[in-house]
């Protein structure tokens, strides 16, 4: 990508950066209770890895 990036595309690529954040840890503890282990990524809403998924952004 080039250097200098075009202040719409910069603003729909945080966009993009933020959807694929894990989810916040306590939402395990709210969904499944304090015993059981899960990682938060499971919650997490859009899945996507930057080699598999293109954004078209």
Known sequence: ???YKHPA???RLIKKSTQTR???FWT????????RKVH???HTAVKR???RTKTKA
Request: proline content about 9%; charged content about 30%.
């Open 1 to 3: 990508m080039s250097h």
């Open 40 to 42: 938060p990524s499971r």
């Open 49 to 51: 890895n930057w080699r």
């Open 9 to 11: 595309k910069k603003k």
């Open 28 to 35: 395990v503890f709210k969904i499944y209770g304090k015993g």
């Open 22 to 24: 894990w989810a916040p």
